[in-house]
């Protein structure tokens, strides 16, 4: 069983930065895809960012040219460096994982973290 565990989140000031992390475990072989949604109080989840196995990114317009998804295959692991926040970012964040190979199946559909809790203050 694939688990995904975020971790980064936290308070900051507007005009500040965060880094989130999402490690994803058990016996993976590829993720076809990794990314980042996010849900406000009162909102819907909505996409943030999106990387596939190959490199290929997707951003949000409301994040575009202050977030940066990135991942590393090696460790299946995502990260979302978000800078010049603002208090509009506040939402929980949720780490999404999309087409995951293991060593006993496959699986075409999403997986999703806990979430971690990102607030910006104005």
């Known amino acids: 069983q694939v688990q995904l565990v975020e971790s980064g989140g936290g308070l900051v000031q507007a005009g500040g930065s965060l880094r989130l992390s999402c490690a994803a475990s058990?016996?993976?072989?590829?993720?076809?895809?990794m990314g980042w949604y996010r849900q406000a109080p009162g909102k819907q989840r909505e996409v943030v960012a999106m990387?596939?196995?190959?490199?290929?990114?997707d951003y949000a317009d409301s994040v575009k040219g202050r977030f940066t998804i990135s991942r590393d295959n090696t460790k299946n692991t995502v990260y979302l460096q978000m800078n010049g926040l603002k208090p509009e970012d506040t939402a929980i964040y949720y780490c999404?994982?999309?087409?995951?190979?293991?060593?006993?199946?496959?699986?075409?559909?999403?997986?999703w973290g806990q979430g971690t809790q990102v607030t910006v203050s104005s």
């Open positions: 058990g016996s993976i072989v590829s993720i076809n895809a």
């Open positions: 990387i596939t196995k190959g490199g290929t990114t």
């Open positions: 999404n994982a999309r087409g995951i190979l293991s060593k006993d199946y496959y699986y075409s559909g999403d997986s």
